[in-house]
């Protein structure tokens, strides 16, 4: 079908499991960061190394939060509260709606999952639409936001409070989602791409905050896996090919030079 319109067949952020498929096709392949997944039949809250999420959970638990998870039949009476505090984030981020790969504000959408929140005094400050993995295999979310009202580790607070919910309705893992450029290494001998990759993913805290998302995801201490780009054509391509999926997740070219 793409190459009956004209186009280049791409794959964006595929695992490891296929990677001989898209290699058989004639595909060249491009590390773009790491996946971070948590095993939840072992996630608690106790032992050393858990001390900074207890601590969180505890001080926010004492300020009055609650963690709670909404079904759908539900979700629709609480989307006009929802809307402001999503709102508000695109505010506080001087950022716009984004798409593709990454969740954005629509009522008829959010209407379909459950939809976990932190409740602060009986306001909600922080949501997160759930995605249910068949057989729950997967547990993980698309939209996440939270209002400037919000307590400052609240979302440390709502990634616990995911994750004991998920173990305890039997989820296997919890997914955290891509951390970009994660894991490309600058040494003599690697790809051109991944030597760029592992400089702007240290040094390139202006465009976006690679190694802070990193190390808020690492908190929990996840499995990493990496996550690849699959397109025609090799380096002298990608250029171009990038700045296509940036203008299809930023809506649109002026998206991809101005928030």
């Not at 547990?139 to 400052?152: T, V």
């Not at 709502?158 to 305890?168: R, S, T, V």
């Given at each position: ?26 595909l ?57 505090i ?43 639409n ?6 729950k ?14 307590p ?53 805290e ?23 780009l ?8 990608l ?18 030079v101005?928030?």
């Amino acid at each position: 079908m793409v190459e009956r319109h004209g186009g280049q067949t791409v794959f964006y952020e595929i695992d490891t499991r296929m990677l001989h498929v898209y290699l058989d096709m004639g595909l060249t392949l491009f590390k773009l960061g790491e996946n971070a997944s948590v095993p939840l039949a072992a996630f608690s809250l106790e032992g050393p190394s858990r001390k900074g999420l207890r601590y969180s959970h505890r001080h926010l638990t004492k300020e009055g939060c609650l963690f709670e998870v909404i079904p759908p039949a539900n979700v629709p009476e609480l989307l006009p509260e929802l809307r402001k505090i999503s709102d508000n984030w695109l505010q506080e981020k001087h950022t716009r709606e984004k798409s593709f790969s990454l969740g954005s504000f629509a009522d008829h959408y959010l209407r379909n999952f459950p939809v976990a929140v932190v409740k602060q005094q009986g306001r909600i400050v922080a949501f997160a639409n759930l995605w249910m993995g068949a057989n729950k295999e997967d547990l993980s979310f698309d939209l996440m936001r939270f209002g400037s009202l919000a307590p400052r580790e609240v979302m440390d607070f709502l990634f616990i409070g995911l994750m004991l919910w998920g173990k305890e309705q039997g989820y296997r893992s919890m997914n955290l989602g891509m951390a970009p450029l994660s894991g490309l290494d600058n040494r003599t001998f690697a790809p051109l791409w991944n030597r760029v990759g592992a400089v702007v993913f240290q040094h390139g805290e202006h465009f976006y905050n690679f190694e802070g998302l990193r190390e808020f995801k690492q908190k929990f201490n996840p499995i990493w896996q990496p996550r690849y780009l699959a397109c025609p054509g090799g380096l002298l391509v990608l250029p171009n090919i990038l700045v296509k999926i940036s203008a299809l997740i930023s809506g649109g070219i002026k998206g991809v030079v101005a928030k």
